[in-house]
């Protein structure tokens, strides 16, 4: 597995082209990523959730998640992040809703001073997913989370 590196100037690259000319959007990628870029990323994966994301507090909500985890080393990061995405990719669902949804429960969780980590999250979204495959919910998987989050709150 390739590891992903991104310097300074590829950090500011990214951040104009997610910005699309907004200078206050792009300081705002640009804080996030650069915590996105101090994670032991495969370029696959880096690139695969660079390409996705929509919103900074997307990858902070993924990076945040991932801060949490304890024990994760570099190769166990890569293999984690890795089974993410294929299961991601087996529900058939974009990614984007994916990255969505954790930037949903990532506000939950600091309007209520709490933190969880990427496992947990994870365990919440698929959840949701798994519910609103049941017909629990309506809209994308960021309004089901939302709606699991108001119902039942979270646990993790």
Do not use: A, C, H, N
């Given at each position: 597995m390739e590891p992903?590196?991104?310097n300074a100037e590829q950090q500011a690259h990214w951040a104009r082209e997610k910005a699309g000319g907004i200078q206050s959007h792009e300081l705002r990628?640009?804080?996030a990523l650069k915590s996105f870029s101090q994670l032991p990323w495969t370029a696959n994966a880096a690139e695969t959730i660079l390409g996705a994301a929509?919103?900074?507090?997307?990858l902070d909500a993924l990076v945040g998640f991932l801060a949490q985890e304890e024990n994760l080393d570099a190769a166990a990061s890569a293999k984690l992040i890795q089974e993410w995405l294929d299961r991601v990719d087996d529900t058939g669902l974009p990614l984007l809703d994916w990255?969505?949804?954790y930037a949903v429960l990532q506000r939950y969780l600091q309007a209520h001073g709490r933190k969880t980590s990427f496992t947990l999250a994870s365990g919440f979204v698929a959840c949701s997913e798994e519910a609103a495959g049941m017909g629990y919910g309506f809209g994308r998987l960021?309004?089901?989370v939302l709606q699991m989050l108001e119902e039942y709150g979270f646990e993790g």
């Open positions: 992903f590196e991104l990628w640009q804080q929509r919103e900074p507090d997307q990255l969505e949804s960021p309004d089901v």
